[in-house]
């Protein structure tokens, strides 16, 4: 038997998942999670339109209203589009993407797949040489008559998806960190405990390697 959904998880479920930022959250998760405690309006979403906000009233009773000019504008769906003359390959676009739509390497040049860019316009400002331009593909159309369910579900498990890849990877190279900070106290604890003798062998081997060196930067000056 499948859990009860929370109003926040149905509140999600009608967000058109672009993970733009623009309502004024991190994603839609949290704007969803907002709407639900009441600290925010149904009206914060652009990309969900008109449309978007009788959905949300059907489902909080809260009246219709229009989308709030302090988020952006409803507008037809843009993709972005990279200039790959102007394209350094600095991957400061590819770290914007919430939804891993954009495909390249470091000095590489990159480039946008269109069937996965959601258009929410967070590659643009990080862009050192202005290479990215946001194209509109849907015409006059806007909101949900933009964007379908769809690929709304496609772009949400993307970005989970991507949100669990990076939160992996910050775990790992926590990992490393601490087996190289544990590695480098072995070191230093195996140096303290170190006996007088071994103490003595140690610079004695360092006496030698130091007097090789010296006679090899002697014999390149021609002493």
């Known amino acids: 038997m499948s859990a009860t959904k929370t109003l926040a998880d149905q509140v999600e479920d009608l967000l058109p998942q672009t993970q733009c930022t623009k309502c004024g959250f991190a994603a839609c998760r949290p704007y969803a999670e907002a709407i639900a405690d009441g600290s925010a309006n149904i009206n914060q979403c652009p990309p969900g339109g008109m449309e978007g906000v009788r959905r949300l009233s059907a489902l909080t009773g809260r009246p219709v209203i229009p989308i709030n000019p302090v988020n952006g504008i409803e507008r037809p769906r843009p993709v972005a589009f990279i200039d790959e003359a102007l394209c350094i390959g600095c991957t400061l676009c590819m770290q914007a993407c ?7 390497a470091n000095k590489q040049m990159h480039t946008i797949l269109p069937s996965l ?19 509109p593909v849907t015409g006059e159309r806007t909101g949900w008559n933009a964007w379908s369910q769809e690929q709304a579900d496609d772009a949400r498990s993307r970005h989970d998806f991507r949100t669990l890849r990076l939160a992996r990877e910050r775990a790992e190279n926590d990992a490393r960190l601490a087996a190289k900070a544990a590695a480098k106290m072995k070191e230093v604890v195996a140096e303290v405990t170190n006996t007088p003798e071994e103490l003595a062998e140690k610079e004695r081997k360092r006496a030698i390697i130091a007097a090789a060196m010296e006679r090899a930067r002697q014999k390149a000056q021609g002493q």
Request: proline share 12%; aromatic share 0%.
């Open 98 to 104: 919430p939804v891993d739509a954009i495909l390249g």
């Open 117 to 135: 860019c959601t258009g929410c316009d967070l590659c643009v400002a990080p862009c050192p040489v202005d290479c990215i331009t946001m194209m």
